[in-house]
């Protein structure tokens, strides 16, 4: 794994820093450049998406990747994840999504500069991010479970108590993880794709980071999402693979494929937090 070092952050003013960042998920490269999700190419939308975060009018301090980089865990599909997102301009950090293993994650992907919170032997990517570290923490937590156990999350206690050590109640904090951590209103999703110890989790960051919480950054439902619990910022952003329904009443997640690039431009300040949702279209047919 590449350790790819980097100082974030630009002068916003006298009082502070602000961070551009970039949150995308749910690639789900496949082995090749053939490979199809519901008949879209998840290789030429992710080549979209790189493109047009390239080409974005500023410079983005760094991207987070929330899970789900691969549809099965493959090899093959981690190297051509590297080949096309190591196209990105800017440092990538990168969360473990229910498909994805860690062990290739950290042999195929470059990570950008972070320090561990737990031993890289418990096969599980929870870390603090650097880039962004003199003004603000950050952290990316791990929420897959054994396959057999299905598409929920869960946060083990070794993370939970790492992350909350960290926190000093002085800086800014967000946390970066693939799974929402509490109910949108969306009866299947709410069922199965949720941290099942989310809502523990979310009372016990909001407790201990106060007014500094600047949020919770997730993927996996292929949907984008805003939503505040008790006052905190929950923020999703959808696959540019294809989306989820999410009707409130729905007994089952169908698919929908073929819409448009997602991914969300986040700007962090001392006392602000500004998502920007991007929807852009996809030239041709998938």
């Not at 320090?115 to 096969?123: I, M, N, R, T």
């Not at 926190?167 to 199965?192: C, M, N, Q, R």
């Not at 009707?247 to 169908?254: A, S």
Request: charged share 20%; hydrophobic share 40%.
């Amino acid at each position: 794994m590449a350790i790819v070092p980097f100082v974030a952050g630009r002068q916003l003013n006298s009082s502070g820093t602000v961070l551009e960042v970039i949150h995308l998920s749910d690639t789900h490269f496949g082995p090749d450049h053939s490979h199809d999700i519901r008949g879209a190419n998840a290789c030429d939308r992710a080549c979209t998406l790189v493109k047009a975060i390239n080409e974005l009018p500023f410079d983005p301090d760094f991207i987070v990747h929330t899970g789900d980089v691969v549809n099965d865990p493959d090899e093959g599909a981690y190297a051509l994840a590297q080949e096309i997102l190591s196209e990105l301009k800017a440092p990538v950090y990168y969360v473990t999504g229910n498909h994805d293993d860690v062990p290739m994650m950290r042999a195929a992907l470059d990570f950008a500069d972070h320090e561990l919170l737990v031993p890289e032997s418990d096969d599980q990517l929870c870390y603090r991010i650097k880039s962004a570290a003199e003004d603000f923490e950050f952290f990316v937590m791990d929420g897959k479970v054994p396959e057999e156990e299905g598409p929920h999350g869960y946060l083990s206690d070794n993370q939970v108590e790492a992350v909350l050590s960290q926190i000093s109640g002085e800086k800014p904090i967000a946390v970066f993880l693939h799974y929402p951590l509490t109910p949108i209103g969306s009866k299947w999703i709410d069922k199965h794709l949720l941290v099942s110890n989310g809502e523990a989790f979310h009372d016990a960051l909001a407790e201990k980071a106060g007014s500094q919480l600047r949020g919770i950054f997730t993927g996996h439902l292929h949907r984008g999402l805003q939503l505040y619990k008790n006052g905190v910022l929950q923020s999703g952003v959808s696959s540019p693979a294809c989306e989820f329904s999410a009707g409130p009443h729905d007994d089952f997640c169908d698919f929908l494929p073929g819409g448009p690039i997602p991914f969300n431009h986040i700007s962090f300040t001392a006392d602000s937090t500004m998502v920007k949702s991007y929807s852009l279209p996809f030239p041709g047919d998938s």
